[in-house]
């Protein structure tokens, strides 16, 4: 079984900055893509940025320029560097982790940006 474990959520001001971090453990032998969704109360969930285990990126345009994905594959971690923080930034972020032949998913951070 596959668990991934969220950490780094908080509440900031607008304009900071806050590091999510997720890390998988579990039984397996690689993970393909890894990233962050998110969710805001009453939308869809939403991709914030994925990388793939060759590192290449994805950036929904709202992150670009101010979020950074990186991951590292000895500790099966991906992390979610996140700068100029806006209250719009305000949503449940959820790690993913695409083991084949499943999409994994955490059990969400809350990032709360005030104004």
């Known amino acids: 079984q596959v668990q991934l474990v969220e950490s780094g959520g908080g509440l900031v001001q607008a304009g900071g900055s806050l590091r999510l971090s997720c890390a998988a453990s579990g039984s397996f032998f690689s993970i393909a893509t890894m990233g962050w969704y998110r969710q805001a109360p009453g939308n869809q969930r939403e991709l914030v940025a994925t990388i793939t285990s060759a590192g290449s990126l994805s950036y929904a345009d709202s992150a670009k320029g101010r979020f950074t994905i990186s991951r590292d594959n000895a500790k099966n971690a991906v992390y979610l560097q996140m700068n100029s923080l806006k209250p719009e930034d305000t949503a449940v972020y959820y790690c993913?982790?695409?083991?084949?032949?499943?999409?994994?998913w955490g059990q969400g951070t809350q990032v709360t940006v005030s104004s």
């Open positions: 993913l982790a695409d083991i084949w032949p499943t999409r994994h």
